[in-house]
């Protein structure tokens, strides 16, 4: 008697609790997010009992230093088609030079996209403490969510796809990252080129922007218009496209899987077990130097808040370092005059120690910056950074060089 009784009252609790459970279930539940796939961010969620759904990402940090970064984001909902859901998303309570950074000053727009390739901007809200807002609707069962238009390993395999057969590209491979993931440098243009500039992008996972900027790049180096001759036979240029594959392979924010900022110890030979990357780039560098083959120019690709050119006055010869800021300025010039860049420079106290643009300078002589684009708006068009913005900014870019090699 007792027994049955007892089985009665569990399954009348059980009973109440399905029919709770198919109140909340209904439109707009939430039925799983997916990071199980490639440059996915690492995160964890709940659903609030009021729909809200909360976003816990993951913080890489950084090894023996207080630094943490959160800021890529990047997953599938499944829910139910016309559902509209509010996600709430943090933590940004970053550390950032051994200092808590603002409330994620970095993001005001995010990224959806119902087919993983064609994406819409959404705008985001701050939300409290450390953590931002934003709604999403669903067109089907899934949507994809971004902090800006992907870029991952595919992207950089279909890329060297379509350009490896033509005469004036030579992909080298030039060492590994710390999970042992192939490293190469894309040579474009004929090895007598008078002047050579060398790029780097993705040192820092969760900035895409860079490989957008190659891809526009390349697409112009290699169309048909007669200018594109032109500019190949004024300059080469040699792309390390993804510096950190590991990071952007498995959905991280800032730093190597050894917990190294690859934008940092650049005053310093590279260090071969915590940052393979960039002991790669050091080693070509220093080999293409011996060659005779000193970069003309280097630019390094970032996404920020800003997007300016960090230009970053290490303590030099005073005549080199005038010589370095004549260089940066007339480089403003020719991208203010040839593309849609309006940012401007890092004012004139800006230093950056350890930073690639300074260490390539003070140790090998080139012309090098760290060039960032502005992750939330781009003034110059007038509209959000999206990857088509970033492909026009290469095509133009081609254009920029070949004026920076002007004989003026
Ligand atoms: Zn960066």
Redesign the pocket.
């Known amino acids: 008697m007792t027994r049955t009784w007892f089985s009665f009252t569990i399954g009348l609790v059980l009973c109440v609790a399905a029919l709770a459970h198919s109140a909340d279930d209904g439109p707009g539940a939430l039925r799983f997010i997916d990071t199980a796939f490639e440059h996915a961010s690492p995160l964890w969620w709940e659903q609030d009992d009021d729909g809200l759904v909360r976003i816990h990402l993951m913080y890489d940090q950084e090894r023996s230093s207080p630094n943490r970064a959160n800021g890529h984001w990047l997953f599938r909902i499944e829910a139910e088609p016309g559902a509209r859901l509010t996600l709430d998303m943090g933590p940004f309570a970053n550390i950032w030079n051994h200092r808590l950074s603002g409330p994620i000053p970095e993001a005001k727009v995010a990224f959806v996209s119902d087919d993983g390739r064609s994406w819409r901007p959404v705008p985001t809200e701050p939300a409290e403490p450390h953590r931002l807002r934003f709604a999403v609707r669903m067109q089907g069962d899934s949507l994809y969510v971004a902090r800006l238009e992907p870029y991952g390993l595919a992207d950089l395999q279909r890329l060297k796809a379509r350009i490896a057969d033509h005469p004036l590209v030579r992909i080298t491979a030039i060492g590994w990252t710390v999970q042992r993931r192939e490293l190469e440098m894309i040579r474009v243009g004929r090895p007598d080129a008078p002047h050579r500039v060398l790029i780097r992008a993705r040192?820092?996972p969760w900035?895409p922007g860079g490989n957008w900027v190659i891809e526009g790049l390349l697409d112009r180096l290699f169309s048909e218009e007669s200018s594109a001759a032109r500019y190949l036979d004024r300059y080469a240029v040699d792309i390390m496209p993804m510096a950190n594959k590991d990071g952007v392979a498995r959905g991280m924010t800032r730093f190597n899987l050894r917990g190294k900022d690859l934008?940092r110890n650049w005053d310093q030979p590279a260090d071969g077990e915590l940052a393979p990357e960039n002991a790669a780039l050091e080693k070509w560098l220093q080999t293409a130097i011996a060659a005779g083959h000193r970069p003309d120019l280097m630019l390094d690709f970032?996404?920020?808040a800003y997007g300016r050119l960090h230009i970053s006055r290490p303590e030099l010869d005073p005549d080199a370092l005038a010589a370095y800021l004549a260089r940066m300025e007339h480089l403003e010039r020719v991208l203010r005059a040839h593309t849609w860049f309006t940012e401007g420079s890092t004012r004139s106290t800006f230093r950056n120690p350890g930073s690639i643009g300074e260490g390539l300078l003070a140790r090998y002589g080139i012309a090098a910056v760290v060039h960032e684009l502005n992750a939330n708006w781009i003034a110059g068009l007038d509209d959000y950074p999206k990857a088509e913005h970033w492909k026009l900014y290469g095509h133009q870019f081609a254009a920029a060089l070949y004026h920076y090699f002007d004989k003026d």
């Open positions: 040192a820092h900035e934008n970032h996404n920020d």
